[in-house]
């Protein structure tokens, strides 16, 4: 693992320090953040009951759920896990597209989390806004009124900037938005244009975040948001109330 001299590294963004590791490769950069989850659930775990843990969605996390459910099973307190997603699309759980669908298929069919402790959004209801109101209560009943919303939510980053499902065409993703939970329209380009994303207050609510970011695709919006240039990329606007650290593979972070 090499951590890359950025200027960025261990900057200081609003209250979150922030760093960014880089990896040779997707394997490499799913065993570092697996590492790096089980230390801060393990740390975290020592002062508190339970541990709460926001999901990305999309292919890049898939690896990391993998390891999570494989290799690390035995090692995390899975009783004391309480699973939340980011985003997801407005399809049912079996639709090749759900997030939801790609969790439990990776991860929540291996190991023995309670049911009652795995938290999707509901995409059974009459419409978008009713399961982004729906989750909105199950937030607010399960997350308390301390004002952070997850010990950890993990996170990954659109070509365009996006992040869970905060584009840069969407109004929803205002700053000041007294919302967790939206239902969102993404642009015409995306398979399934029906979703439904946590806010950036959610988000930035978080006490730790990481990022996971694979593939020479992703390099103009990384250094982007890296860089700070571009300030209309949803993922540019994203703190942690800790730590934010970046999991970057070489082929997105690409040659200085
Ligand atoms: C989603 C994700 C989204 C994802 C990025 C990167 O529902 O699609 O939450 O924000 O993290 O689009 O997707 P990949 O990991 O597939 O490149």
């Known amino acids: 693992m090499k951590t890359q001299g950025f200027a960025f590294r261990n900057a200081t963004y609003g209250m979150s320090r922030s760093h960014v590791r880089t990896l040779a490769d997707l394997e490499a950069l799913s065993a570092a953040a697996a590492d790096a989850l089980l230390a801060l659930v393990t740390n975290v775990l020592d002062k508190q009951e339970r541990f709460t843990l926001a999901l990305a969605g999309g292919s890049t996390p898939r690896r990391l759920y993998q390891l999570l459910a494989g290799a690390y099973r035995d090692r995390l307190p899975w009783h004391r896990l309480h699973l939340f997603w980011g985003d997801e699309r407005f399809v049912p759980p079996e639709h090749p597209e759900s997030n939801f669908g790609m969790v439990r298929n990776a991860l929540l069919q291996h190991v023995p989390l309670p049911p009652g402790q795995i938290h999707p959004f509901p995409t059974d209801t009459p419409s978008p806004e009713a399961a982004a109101d729906a989750y909105e209560a199950t937030l607010r009943d399960l997350l308390g009124t301390s004002g952070q919303t997850f010990d950890l939510t993990l996170l990954g980053l659109g070509s365009d900037g996006h992040t869970a499902s905060l584009f840069p065409e969407n109004e929803p993703y205002p700053p000041d938005s007294a919302r967790w939970a939206a239902a969102v329209t993404a642009p015409p380009s995306y398979a399934v244009q029906s979703r439904l994303t946590l806010t950036l207050p959610a988000l930035n609510a ?30 540019a606007h994203v703190r942690a109330g800790d730590t934010l650290t970046w999991f970057v593979d070489e082929a997105a972070l690409g040659k200085r």
Not at 213 to 229: C, F, I, M, Q, S
């Open 206 to 235: 978080s006490r730790h975040i990481f990022f996971l970011v694979a593939g020479r695709e992703k390099r103009e919006a990384l250094h982007a948001v890296l860089d700070g240039t571009d300030s209309s990329l949803p993922a």
